[in-house]
């Protein structure tokens, strides 16, 4: 890539974090104070600042997006586990600003330390688990995760863990698959390719159309976790060879 057109990815990447910045604040502490009185309206400001910064990377840095799939999500708002893969911090945003139901974002519990915008976290009602504490974490999943199901909410966690480069595999994590066993709510898996344009620990973005594939939902109710976990790797990878081929040649 030029030079004279890295700069200008990183500037329009500076100017979308100091948008981010400047408009988190006091968007955060909007959520906060209309919580104890409306939890709705507290989801609704965070959806729409998701949005708008949807349309900041769109608009500033040229990140497009497509849907693929929109139709296989529940029309009915009954509970359903998304599962995606995690490329780049864009699809928090994709999620918060697109999925047709309130949500409930599985994430570590250290993201509550950070001043504003983790008691926004906490009021929002997401699901935070103490990775430190091993296997009891899982059973704060399934005690918070149940409690979010009866409240209307849809899970979402991103079952490799962290952030993965394009063209590679972390290991899937069996937490999701447990709770779907344990449960029987369907999985709605995800796949896309957001690490193409939004690269790793970089300012810069490279403009471009992101795909963010839904596949068909897996049914989980009287399964054993090992069977879901091979449907929801086997789809995903498969897709991700599918709308993101030149990063797996």
Request: hydrophobic letters at 45%.
């Amino acid at each position: 890539m030029p030079e004279k057109i890295r700069l200008i990815h990183t500037l329009k990447g500076w100017i979308f974090y100091l948008i981010l910045a400047v408009t988190l604040i006091p968007i955060a502490a909007a959520v906060i104070i209309c919580a104890p009185f409306s939890s709705n309206t507290s989801f609704s400001i965070a959806k729409w600042w998701a949005q708008f910064m949807l349309n900041v990377a769109k608009g500033v840095c040229g990140l497009n997006w497509q849907e693929k799939g929109f139709e296989h999500f529940p029309s009915d708002g009954s509970a359903v586990l998304v599962m995606s893969k995690h490329q780049s911090a864009w699809e928090a945003f994709w999620m918060f600003a697109r999925l047709p139901a309130k949500m409930s974002f599985v994430y570590k519990r250290e993201l509550h330390f950070i001043p504003v915008f983790g008691q926004a976290l906490a009021t929002l009602g997401m699901t935070a688990i103490n990775r430190s504490k091993g296997g009891k974490a899982f059973e704060q999943f399934l005690y918070q995760g149940k409690r979010a199901i009866e409240k209307g909410r849809w899970i979402v966690l991103f079952p490799e863990g962290t952030r993965t480069l394009p063209g590679t595999v972390n290991h899937y994590k069996t937490g999701g698959a447990r709770f779907a066993e344990q449960t029987g709510i369907p999985i709605i898996p995800v796949a896309l390719d957001s690490g193409r344009f939004w690269p790793r620990n970089a300012i810069g973005k490279r403009p471009g159309t992101i795909t963010v594939s839904i596949g068909p939902k897996i049914e989980t109710a009287g399964r054993t976790f090992e069977a879901i976990q091979n449907d929801l790797v086997t789809w995903i990878e498969a897709e991700m060879r599918v709308i993101s081929p030149e990063s797996y040649s």
